[in-house]
Structure formats: structure tokens, C-alpha cells
């Protein structure tokens, strides 16, 4: 079957690949994806202080997630990879890897504009499978209480951009 890396080295097998492995790796695709939008926002906002950190932790925010898919793909056994995945899933899981940052940053001329881009995205599938994987295969001591306090934090930092008058008068800075 053929296949490529994504950026963090796991081998993407083509998008007909049915596992456990294929789940997560398109969900690593999603969650380097959002990294990206969220660092870029960062730099198009970074002579607003406020949005610039907001950008900043939201991006940092993906790439623990990044972090913690790459541990629970590592931890699973080669039996576990090859286990079929629910297609369900997995069709969200493609939706999701299918984000593209270009598409949604060329929409953005304001922080309003960025927020509605990171709220959409933050209530898309990316966050139901991010927690459907992370409560079926991270430790069962942590998943529940762990996953949603993390998700929870996550799209709070949303919160740090105040108003949306405020939000609508702070442009992308020029390049």
C-alpha cells in the first residue's frame, strides 16, 4: 500500500486503510494541521499582545496533543494497530485531516474573523475523535477526568479574546 510520512515521521497509509493506526494517523494529520493555523494566527496577530499569546498557547495546546497521540499510536501493540477501526470514526477522522490552514487563514482579515475560524474548528470532529482516541486507548487511570479537562482548557483560551467589537477592530497585520 502506498503511503508517506506525516510531520512527526508515523507512516500515513492511504486513506482506504481501515485501522486503529489509520484512525490516529489522520488525527495526527488534524492536530498538526490546527498547530499550524494556530502558529500562522500568532504571526498575523503578533502586534496584538493579547491575540498573540492566545495564538500561542492554542498552538502549544496541539502540540500536546500531538505529543499524546504519538504515545498512545507507540504504546499499542502491532495487533492493536491492525485492528479495524469503527468507520464512523474513521469517516470523521478524514474530515478532520482534511482541514486545511491556507484555506481558513486566506478567509481571516480580523480577530473576529480568526476566532470564528477557531471556534468552527474546535466544534468540528477534530475534538470528538481527539477524545474518542484518547478515553479508548490512553491509560484507563487518567482518560476520562484527564481528557476533558485538557480539552476543556483547550478551547477556553478561546475566552482570552474579549468581546467581538474588540475582536473586529484588530486586523491581520500587514506582511
Known amino acids: 500500500m502506498a503511503g508517506s510520512q ?4 508515523i507512516s500515513v497509509s492511504t486513506t482506504r486503510d481501515r485501522t486503529i493506526e489509520a484512525l490516529i494517523t489522520l ?7 490546527c498547530q499550524r493555523f494556530y502558529l500562522h494566527l500568532m504571526e498575523a496577530f ?6 498573540a499569546e ?3 498557547m492554542m498552538g502549544a495546546d496541539e502540540a500536546g496533543h500531538i505529543r499524546l497521540l504519538e504515545q498512545v499510536l507507540h504504546s499499542l501493540s502491532p495487533e492493536q494497530r491492525q485492528a479495524p477501526a469503527d468507520p464512523l470514526w474513521l ?5 478532520a485531516a482534511r482541514f486545511s490552514p491556507e484555506k481558513a487563514l486566506a478567509r481571516i482579515q480580523t480577530l473576529e474573523d480568526a476566532y470564528q475560524e477557531a471556534h468552527a474548528l474546535e466544534n468540528s470532529e477534530i475534538n ?37 467589537e474588540w475582536r473586529q477592530s484588530v486586523v491581520v497585520k500587514a506582511s
Open 46 to 51: 503578533a502586534h496584538e499582545p493579547t491575540a
Open 91 to 95: 469517516e470523521q477522522a478524514r474530515s
Open 6 to 9: 506525516s510531520e512527526t515521521g
Open 54 to 56: 492566545v495564538w500561542w
Open 128 to 164: 470528538a475523535v481527539f477524545e474518542f482516541v484518547m478515553t479508548s486507548y490512553f491509560p484507563k487511570s487518567l482518560q476520562r477526568s484527564f481528557v476533558l479537562n485538557l480539552l476543556r482548557t483547550h478551547v477556553g483560551r478561546l475566552e482570552g479574546l474579549r468581546t467581538p
Open 27 to 33: 488525527l495526527l494529520q488534524a492536530e498538526e494541521a
